[in-house]
């Protein structure tokens, strides 16, 4: 009998839906904001766009009065994230550093979990694994990584630029998808 219930447990976990966010088809993530340096009296500066067939995230970055990155980040929310193994994102931009960003709580100077990519000018899909996320606190990685725990109470996901520099940046975003 417990062998049964394991593998109808299986069985239940693997036919787990894919989560999409379509940014293209479906202008999917229309309640995302901007949340630029400016909370911290920054200057960076950023928009979203849309085209028919991705969301465009462009700004400049500024290093002027401690400022320094800039973000959009979805509505909050409660996610259980724990039965997904990997987040995809098809992703092209200006050869730019980003982070994207899984938060549990509201409290800025709360752990956040972070893995960085380069987005190249011609389309890639990335693919990273949930457990492979880093925990970082207030822009500093702490040597951790993500829990299952803390897969279970995700309340936010967010794109950050990641180059730490003066400079314009462009990230072209066709979806994000949690397997």
Known sequence: MKSLMLILGAILLSSMEPMMID????????????????????????????????????????????????????????????????LRMRVRGDGSSFGMVLETSRTWFYPNYKVTFDATEEWQELVFSLRDFDEYVV??????????KNLQNVIRLGIITNDKAAKPFQLDIDYIELK
Request: aromatic content about 10%.
């Open 23 to 86: 940014f293209g088809k479906e202008k999917a993530g229309q309640t995302w904001r901007i949340l630029n340096d400016g909370v911290m009296g920054g200057r960076s500066a950023s928009t979203i766009d849309y085209s028919e067939d991705h969301l465009r995230f462009a700004g400049t970055i500024s290093l002027e009065n401690n400022g320094g990155f800039a973000s959009m980040r979805s509505p909050y929310g409660s996610m259980d994230l724990s039965e997904y193994k990997e």
């Open 139 to 148: 822009g500093r990685k702490q040597g951790k990584k993500m829990t299952d």
